[in-house]
């Protein structure tokens, strides 16, 4: 199928792909340079001058989180997360193609039912005083970055199953950078 007419079929996916790539590359990105940032700063303070960023724990957690959150539904698109394939070289392609359709509903049910908690958490987050430790980083706008993680991870899997259902799963290649 050549191009144009590849993109015709699927221009809901490639704007998936698009939103998914661009909020781990930029979202996940920057946090990773954070990271790093606040790690390379953090041990050159506590060894040459015996003085560490205090809370830098605390901070790094945190960014760790919203790196994760941000950069799950890529990974999931790009094939990045491990999968077990013991029983798919003993089974029919119909069959396994049933099998991963079945797999990604139980995800996205899962899923949806996780980034509802996330969310009511956060919306509770504040009456509870949940924090971090030692800087008292309020906990509720991580729940919501969590929750729309996970929705994007849904999302992901949301788009896929017609793939498979129309037995499409040469469409379900990474996205070209």
């Known amino acids: 199928m050549s191009e144009p007419a590849k993109h015709l ?13 661009a909020t781990a590359l930029w979202g996940g990105g920057l946090m990773l340079v954070g990271l790093m940032g606040l790690t390379v700063v953090d041990v050159v303070l506590r060894y040459l001058f015996n003085s560490p960023i ?44 049933w099998i991963e359709v079945f797999v990604r509903c139980v995800a996205i049910g899962m899923l949806t039912v996780l980034t509802w908690r996330l969310w009511y958490s956060g919306q509770n987050a504040g009456k509870f005083g949940e924090a971090s430790m030692a800087l008292q980083i309020p906990y509720r706008p991580f729940y919501f970055i969590l929750a729309v993680g996970m929705l994007l991870y849904a999302a992901v899997l949301i788009a896929e199953v017609p ?15």
């Not at 957690?61 to 799950?72: I, N, R």
């Not at 498979?164 to 379900?172: G, Q, V």
């Open 9 to 21: 079929t699927r221009p809901s996916l490639d704007r998936l792909d698009r939103v998914v790539r």
């Open 54 to 97: 205090y809370g830098a724990r605390d901070v790094a957690k945190l960014v760790l989180l919203v790196m994760v959150a941000l950069s799950v539904a890529y990974s999931a698109r790009t094939g990045g997360q491990i999968s077990i394939e013991v029983f798919s070289s003993m089974m029919g392609a119909r069959l396994l193609r």
């Open 163 to 177: 793939l498979y259902l129309r037995n499409r799963t040469t469409d379900l290649a990474p996205p070209s950078v």
